[in-house]
Nanobody, 127 residues
C-alpha cells in the first residue's frame, strides 16, 4: 500500500522560501508519477506540479511562473517542492499524490489522475 508523508511546511514571511518533502513508501515507485497539489481555505484543491519517477519528466501548472520547482530523490524515495518568493496567496495545505503511469495520459493535473494522497502540510505566509 502506497503511503505518502509530507513535511516541511510552516509559517514564513512573504518573500521567503520553503522546501516541502514527500516521503513515499510501500512499494517501488519506478513507473509512477508523483504530483503536488494545494488547497487554500475555502478553495478547491489545485494542481501545482508533477514529475515522472522513472524519467524525471516535469510538468507545472500554467500559473506557477517559475517560483516552484519539483524534484525527486530516487534513493530516498522522496519528492520535493521548492517554493521561492512566497506570497500570502500561497497559504494553503500542500498535498503530494501518486499514481502508476501505465496506461495513463500525461500530464496528470487532475485530482482523479492520482490514487494515493498524503495528509498534507500547512504553509502559511505572513505579510
Amino acid at each position: 500500500q502506497v503511503q505518502l508523508a509530507e513535511s516541511g511546511g510552516g509559517l514564513v514571511q512573504a518573500g521567503g522560501s520553503l522546501r516541502l518533502s514527500c516521503a513515499a513508501s510501500g512499494r517501488t515507485f519506478s513507473g509512477y508519477r508523483m504530483g503536488w497539489f494545494r488547497q487554500a481555505p475555502g478553495q478547491e484543491r489545485e494542481f501545482v506540479a508533477a514529475i515522472s519517477w522513472s524519467y524525471g519528466i516535469i510538468y507545472y501548472a500554467d500559473w506557477v511562473k517559475g517560483r516552484f520547482t519539483i524534484s525527486r530523490d530516487n534513493a530516498r524515495n522522496t519528492i520535493y517542492l521548492q517554493i521561492n518568493s512566497l506570497k500570502p496567496e500561497d497559504t494553503a495545505v500542500y498535498y503530494c499524490a501518486a499514481a502508476p503511469s501505465a496506461g495513463r495520459q500525461w500530464p496528470p493535473r487532475r485530482l482523479g489522475d492520482y490514487d494515493a494522497w498524503g495528509q498534507g502540510t500547512q504553509v502559511t505566509v505572513s505579510t
